[in-house]
Nanobody, 123 residues
């Protein structure tokens, strides 16, 4: 499964961005998908996840109420809507497909990773 994240950029604090994750394979539609981020000098951390059919989602505590993950299996796309952005959201964001169809925040269950997209939030 090949994944490609896009939609990053520079935004002021309080602003919004929408990240997109595209897959070239239909098998994407059978996988749980997650968004992760990695800030300089920090480990890659889980941000949000969604089950194969979009029926279940889960979020890291610091983004709850601000970020929304969604998917359109007809288009092989997963999205991350990010609102009320803060400077601490600055990171490279990655999408990944899990070995499971269920939603999961366990990084070890994600075995397909796309290239990241930079999100920079200025204060």
């Amino acid at each position: 499964v090949q994944l490609q994240a896009s939609g990053g950029g520079l935004v002021q604090a309080g602003g919004s961005l929408r990240l997109s994750c595209a897959s070239s394979r239909r098998t994407f539609t059978n996988n749980g998908v997650g968004w992760f981020r990695q800030a300089p000098g920090k480990e890659r951390e889980f941000v949000a996840g969604i089950s194969w059919n979009g029926g279940s989602t889960t979020y890291e505590d610091s983004v709850k109420g601000r970020f929304t993950i969604s998917r359109d299996n007809g288009k092989n796309m997963v999205y991350l809507q990010m609102n009320s952005l803060k400077s601490e959201d600055t990171a490279v964001y990655y999408c990944a497909a899990a070995r499971t169809a269920a939603v999961t925040n366990r990084k070890e269950l994600y075995n397909y990773w796309g290239q990241g997209t930079q999100v920079t939030v200025s204060s």
